[in-house]
């Protein structure tokens, strides 16, 4: 199990860029709009790195729903590869048998 602060620090970024993404998609169309003056740009520019860093949704890790572990991640059933392979042995995971050759 990974360290429960870890895990909370990720919650917490998940939900301040949540917060913030409407306010950072707005800033982010005025900064890459040519049409605008340069000036206008510029400031929006700064009040974009005036938001909280946490607030972008790149400093979001993702990590197993299971066990937390940042490492060994599939996106598609959001766990780490040992909670995987753990809840495949036991039979939790409808379609998916252990093979053995």
């Given at each position: 199990m990974a360290k429960t602060s870890s895990v909370e620090k990720n919650n917490r970024r998940r939900k301040m860029a949540?917060?913030?993404a409407g306010k950072r998609a707005?800033?982010?169309a005025i900064i890459?709009?040519?049409s605008l003056p340069i000036e206008e740009r510029f400031a929006a520019q700064l009040k974009l790195s005036?938001?909280?860093?946490?607030s972008a949704k790149t400093r979001i890790r993702n990590r197993c729903e299971v066990t937390g572990r940042p490492r060994a991640y599939y996106r598609k059933?959001?766990?780490?590869r040992l909670a995987?392979?753990?809840m495949?042995?036991?039979g939790l995971i409808?379609?998916?048998v252990k093979s053995s050759w």
């Open positions: 949540k917060q913030y707005r800033l982010k890459q709009n040519k005036e938001l909280p860093r946490n059933l959001k766990m780490s995987l392979r753990e495949a042995n036991l409808p379609g998916m």
